[in-house]
């Protein structure tokens, strides 16, 4: 089968001609780069290793006019810190949560965090349970970024990982909630707050949205993975969950081709169940070289699990963690396509970008 990215939404490509965002693509990285639509609202996709990302991530940055809250697990490029208080300096209100841990050692931007402390724009998180592994944006309470992507050197140069830019006032608003959540460290599923709109439509696409630990991402994803009837792939740095092993076992009892890629060097954890995946009939592939940092699930060609989260029982009882289910056909389709090149990747990660699917594939 030859997979196609361009009907159903309104487009799928690699230019970004909107006003949202604006930036230039190197066409030999236009693949890492799509601009799509759901229904009349504007949808971005950025995959990485690519130069593209740093872009993307200074074009969302720049923007904000009004407001702009940032909270992520780590942030160590210079650039984007340089663009953080950029944006203070024009008005903007910037506030910014950083994993305290990553904080420390993100010398490289010391010097600007340090600004940002003295312009009262930044606060460390410590989930003391747990990690605060979040990694998300929201401008203007209306546009969020969000997906796999730590604002870091390796995220943006070497490791497979992804990006959506959404456009909802519904969805800021629960991502917003959960920014408030860390700035008072409500680390926990005692002290979240509700969210304001687990389910959003953007554009005519259902869009469900949760938060570890405070909802049941596990069942949410189990129960995904339950409807499946031909074709479940996954890319997933860490898949440890026992709960989610027996989805994809019952998947295979029921004749459904699973495909899994995996992070070399997780996948050799000791607690990792990779040999009891492939002993179920999984079709299972370390990736070669880089860190495949993908926390992803497309199920059917129908429907995409997306965010921050691993598929492990810290992501989803300790950790703080973002999750997407979106249910858009030719966005699955995307996703899917990614999940093929890096199960077909050679080591050198800038290479993939070249990989062309064979007829019949």
């Not at 490791?159 to 909802?168: F, K, T, Y």
């Not at 696409?205 to 074709?231: C, K, S, Y």
């Not at 965010?307 to 703080?320: L, Q």
Request: proline content about 4%; glycine content about 6%.
């Amino acid at each position: 089968m030859r997979l196609a990215i361009g009907a159903g939404l309104a487009l799928w490509a690699w230019t970004c001609p909107a006003s949202m965002l604006k930036f230039d693509v190197d066409p030999f990285y236009k693949d890492s780069v799509m601009q799509g639509r759901f229904g009349d609202t504007p949808v971005y996709f950025f995959l990485g290793p690519s130069p593209s990302m740093e872009k993307a991530v200074t074009a969302f940055i720049a923007s904000a006019d009004k407001t702009l809250d940032v909270c992520v697990y780590d942030l160590d490029l210079p650039e984007f810190a340089q663009a953080l208080l950029d944006a203070h300096a024009r008005g903007v209100k910037v506030r910014v949560i950083i994993a305290d841990d990553n904080a420390a050692k993100a010398y490289a931007v010391a010097d600007q965090l340090k600004q940002m402390e003295k312009e009262k724009m930044l606060t460390l998180a410590h989930n003391r349970s747990g990690l605060m592994h979040n990694k998300f944006m929201v401008a203007d309470g209306l546009r969020v970024w969000t997906g796999s992507y730590n604002l870091t050197r390796n995220c943006s140069r070497f490791n497979d990982n992804h990006a959506i830019v959404l456009e909802s006032p519904e969805l800021a608003e629960n991502y917003e909630k959960e920014w408030q959540e860390s700035f008072e460290k409500r680390h926990g599923k005692r002290f979240a707050y509700p969210t304001p709109h687990p389910e959003v439509t953007i554009g005519g696409v259902a869009v469900r949205n949760l938060f570890t630990p405070e909802d049941d991402v596990r069942g949410a994803l189990v129960a995904e993975m339950d409807q499946a009837t031909n074709e479940i792939a996954i890319m997933a740095f860490s898949f440890t969950d026992a709960a989610m092993t027996e989805a994809v076992r019952r998947a295979l009892e029921r004749q459904v081709r699973v495909l899994i890629v995996l992070d070399s060097g997780m996948a050799t954890h000791p607690g990792a169940n990779t040999k009891e995946l492939e002993a179920m009939g999984a079709s299972v592939r370390m990736s070669p070289g880089v860190l495949l940092h993908h926390k992803v699930i497309v199920v059917d060609r129908q429907t995409v699990v997306l965010g921050s989260a691993n598929f492990s029982g810290s992501a989803f009882d300790r950790n703080d963690e973002n999750v997407l289910i979106v249910r858009a056909p030719n966005f699955a389709q995307a996703m899917l396509r990614e999940a093929i090149r890096c199960w077909r990747a050679e080591p050198y990660s800038i290479t993939k970008w070249r990989t062309i699917l064979p007829a019949g594939m």
